[in-house]
C-alpha cells in the first residue's frame, strides 16, 4: 500500500523523565465535590517499590474535566491521582485507562482501573470477560476512606493484568 | 462506529524482557498481555497543548535562563504524522536531554560531569496544521551507565508524544547520525529491526541549518494510521 509508513519505535522513559514530563496540576484528572483519591504502589518482580515510575491516567469525560493525570511515584513506589469516577459506556464498566513507563520498561505497559464495588457492572464488562478469571482481582480497585486503592505489579505472583491495545 | 487505530506489527517495539538492559529484568510483565477491543476509551485521548506550553519560549530550550547554555547550539524540527501519512495536528510534543557535558538536571544523576546553570533540559510545543514542530537546544552530551562495564548512552533526546487518542500514545528516543555508540547501546539496540532503528535517527538538515549560528536535525515520528475498516478483527 502506498502512503503506509511504519511506525516510530517506543524507548524507555529512563530514570530522568522527572525533569520533563511530571508538573504540578498534572495528577488532577479532575477536582470537586465528587473528586476522589486513586493511590496505590507500583512493585517490581521482588515485590519491591519502584521508585521512578509514572502513572498516566485517562477516562473519558464530560466538558470542563481533563480526564487525564499525570503522576509520578515517589521515593516509596507511590503514586495518587484525583479524580472523579467515569461513568459506565455502553456495556463497559466504569473504567480507567492506565500506561505505566519506567526505567527499564522499553514500552509502556496498559492496564484498566475497574471499581470492586461495581459487581453488576463488571460481571457483564466485556474486557473483564478476556480475563482469566483468577486473574481480574488485580484490575478491581479497593473502596478506601478518601477514594480507592490501586497497586501495580509488574511481575511476580500477584502481577497485574496488561493489555495489548 | 469507531475507526480504531491499526496494531502495531510483531517487533516494530522492543520486547519488554530484553537480556542485554538489565533493569528489564524486573520490571517486565511475565504473563501474556490480553487483548484489549479499542473502545470509546482508547479512541480519545487529552489534548492538553493549551494547558502544558504556557510560555512563548517553551520550544527553546537555549532561552529559558539569564544566560546562554554550553554547548553546541541546534534546531531539531520535524513532523508528527500518522502512519498514514496524515499530519497530526495541534498534539503536544515534549522532550527532556542532558546538557552538553552529559549530564541530566535530576538528584539521580550522579556522572561527574558539570551542570549548566543556564540549561534545564525540558522543552513544549504544540504541531502546527502540517503537523509540524520545532525545538531549539543543544546537542546532548554522552554520559555513562550502570548497565555493563564501561557502558556510554549515545547522545539522544527523550520524545513524549500524546497523539490524537490513548491507542496513540508514544514515548521514544531520538538519536543522532553516525553515533559511534550505536553498536554498544543494548536501549537503541533493543530494536531488533535495522530500519527500525533508523526511524529513530535523525538526519542532518541542511536545508534549515540556519547560516552562522546552527545546525539543523530532521526528526519525523510515525504514530498509528487508523484501521481501513471499521470494524476490528482480532487476531
Known amino acids: ?165 | 462506529m469507531h475507526e480504531g487505530f491499526r496494531r502495531d506489527a510483531p517487533g516494530v517495539h522492543p520486547a519488554l524482557d530484553d537480556a542485554g538492559y538489565k533493569s528489564t529484568r524486573l520490571r517486565h510483565p511475565r504473563q501474556p498481555l490480553v487483548y484489549l477491543p479499542q473502545s470509546v476509551t482508547e479512541l480519545s485521548g487529552p489534548q492538553l497543548g493549551p494547558e502544558r506550553v504556557t510560555g512563548a519560549l517553551d520550544h527553546d530550550l537555549t532561552r529559558q535562563h539569564a544566560g546562554e547554555p554550553l554547548g553546541e547550539r541546534i534546531v531539531v524540527s520535524g513532523r508528527v504524522l500518522d502512519g498514514d501519512g496524515r499530519p497530526i495536528r495541534d498534539t503536544l510534543v515534549e522532550i527532556w536531554q542532558a546538557n552538553a557535558a552529559g549530564r541530566y538536571l535530576h538528584k539521580g544523576d550522579q556522572h561527574p560531569a558539570p551542570l549548566d546553570p543556564n540549561f534545564s533540559g525540558a522543552g513544549r510545543c504544540v504541531t502546527d496544521a502540517n503537523g509540524r514542530y520545532e525545538f531549539i537546544t543543544i546537542k546532548p552530551g554522552a554520559y555513562p551507565w550502570g548497565n555493563h562495564h564501561n557502558a556510554w548512552r549515545p547522545q539522544h533526546i527523550h520524545f513524549s508524544l500524546l497523539g490524537q487518542a490513548f491507542a496513540q500514545r508514544l514515548v521514544t528516543q531520538m538519536y543522532f547520525p553516525g553515533d559511534p555508540l550505536f553498536a554498544f547501546d543494548p536501549i537503541y539496540n533493543s530494536v531488533r529491526d535495522p530500519e527500525g532503528r533508523a526511524r529513530m535517527v535523525s538526519s542532518f538538515d541542511l536545508e534549515r541549518t540556519v547560516p552562522d549560528w546552527a545546525l539543523a536535525y530532521d526528526f519525523d515520528i510515525v504514530l498509528r494510521g487508523r484501521e481501513s475498516t471499521p470494524i476490528e478483527e482480532e487476531r
Open chain 1, 1 to 165: 500500500m502506498s502512503g503506509r509508513l511504519e511506525v516510530t519505535p517506543s524507548q524507555t522513559v529512563g530514570p530522568f523523565f522527572s525533569i520533563g514530563l511530571p508538573w504540578d496540576g498534572g495528577p488532577i484528572a479532575a477536582d470537586g465535590p465528587d473528586a476522589l483519591t486513586i493511590s496505590g504502589v507500583v512493585l517490581d518482580g521482588e515485590g519491591a517499590p519502584i521508585p521512578d515510575a509514572l502513572v498516566e491516567s485517562w477516562q473519558t469525560a464530560p466538558a470542563g474535566i481533563r480526564g487525564f493525570a499525570r503522576a509520578p511515584t515517589d521515593d516509596a513506589g507511590r503514586y495518587a491521582i484525583r479524580t472523579v469516577k467515569p461513568p459506565a459506556l455502553g456495556a463497559e464498566a466504569p473504567h480507567i485507562d492506565v500506561s505505566l513507563f519506567c526505567r527499564g520498561l522499553l514500552h509502556r505497559v496498559v492496564t484498566r482501573i475497574y471499581f470492586a464495588d461495581e459487581q453488576a457492572a463488571n460481571a457483564a464488562d466485556p474486557t473483564l470477560a478476556r480475563v482469566p478469571g483468577d486473574r481480574r482481582e488485580t484490575l478491581l480497585a479497593a473502596p478506601t476512606d478518601d477514594g480507592y486503592r490501586f497497586d501495580i505489579h509488574l511481575q511476580g505472583d500477584d502481577e497485574t493484568v496488561f493489555f495489548a491495545v
